[in-house]
């Protein structure tokens, strides 16, 4: 892909330079992930949570069924303003994503120390990319 541009950092003053250079452009959008990197592949938290699970028609069934569950659970948890987002399909795996429900939604940043923070959160003894 032409419009991403790999760079690998060894150092943490190479890293905080390159973040402190991106930081100051207008023209970045990244995302941060830990972990999960592959060949320039980006995994949403429901391939990571299928990782292991080869059968599409399972994955499928297990989607529907998180999304089944939310809207029965969730108006006991969500703040009344929120409860519109229950009946609209993109606002409904937003608020999903939002209270940790694995999604096939992936969240872009332009923040690069947002992106560092997600590259780094979790797995310290793995790699992160941004």
């Known amino acids: 892909m032409a419009w991403v541009k790999q760079k690998t950092i060894t150092s943490w003053p190479e890293l905080r330079d390159k973040l402190n250079e991106l930081a100051d452009t207008n023209n970045v959008v990244c995302r941060g992930q830990c972990a999960d990197y592959d060949n320039?592949?980006?995994?949403?938290?429901l391939d990571r949570a299928f990782k292991n699970i080869t059968d599409e028609r399972r994955k499928s069934e297990i989607?529907?069924?998180?999304?089944?569950?939310?809207?029965?659970?969730?108006?006991?948890?969500?703040?009344?303003a929120?409860?519109?987002?229950?009946?609209?399909?993109?606002?409904?795996l937003m608020l999903?994503?939002?209270?940790?429900?694995?999604t096939r939604l992936?969240?872009?940043?332009?923040?690069?120390?947002?992106?560092?923070?997600?590259?780094a959160r979790s797995e310290f003894d793995k790699d992160g990319v941004i």
């Open 40 to 45: 320039g592949s980006i995994f949403s938290t």
């Open 63 to 80: 989607e529907r069924e998180l999304a089944r569950r939310f809207r029965i659970y969730a108006p006991n948890y969500l703040p009344y």
């Open 82 to 92: 929120e409860l519109m987002h229950l009946n609209n399909g993109p606002s409904f």
């Open 96 to 102: 999903m994503q939002h209270y940790g429900t694995p």
């Open 106 to 119: 992936v969240d872009w940043t332009y923040s690069i120390w947002v992106g560092a923070y997600f590259a």
